[in-house]
């Protein structure tokens, strides 16, 4: 009877062993996991940080292209109403 007992509690401590590992392993597969998803969030940053800088530059390029093309239009008036006269 004692010799069943102990088996069972073998059995028993075996199984919560290998519940344990499947844990651990679960474990170990998240933290992977979100270091990959990090690195991710990393690389995004980054990509972003350049695009912003990408857009203040087309931003300033657009402003000056807009004055660049008031001057234009402003002197084609100047030159059409000379012109005229």
């Known amino acids: 009877m004692e010799s ?4 069972e ?3 028993a401590a075996r199984d919560n062993i290998a519940k ?3 844990s651990v392993q679960g474990m170990k597969a998240d933290i992977a996991s979100l270091s990959r ?3 991710q969030v990393s ?4 990509e972003r940080e350049a695009l912003l ?4 530059s087309l931003t300033s390029s657009n402003t000056l292209l807009a004055m ?3 001057s234009t239009f402003t ?3 100047k030159q059409t109403v000379f012109n005229d006269s």
């Open 68 to 70: 660049l093309r008031d």
């Open 37 to 39: 998803y990090r690195r």
């Open 43 to 46: 690389v995004l940053k980054k």
């Open 53 to 56: 800088k990408q857009v203040d």
């Open 75 to 77: 002197e084609l008036e």
């Open 20 to 22: 344990y590992i499947d």
């Open 4 to 7: 069943n007992a102990t088996n």
């Open 9 to 11: 509690e073998l059995v």
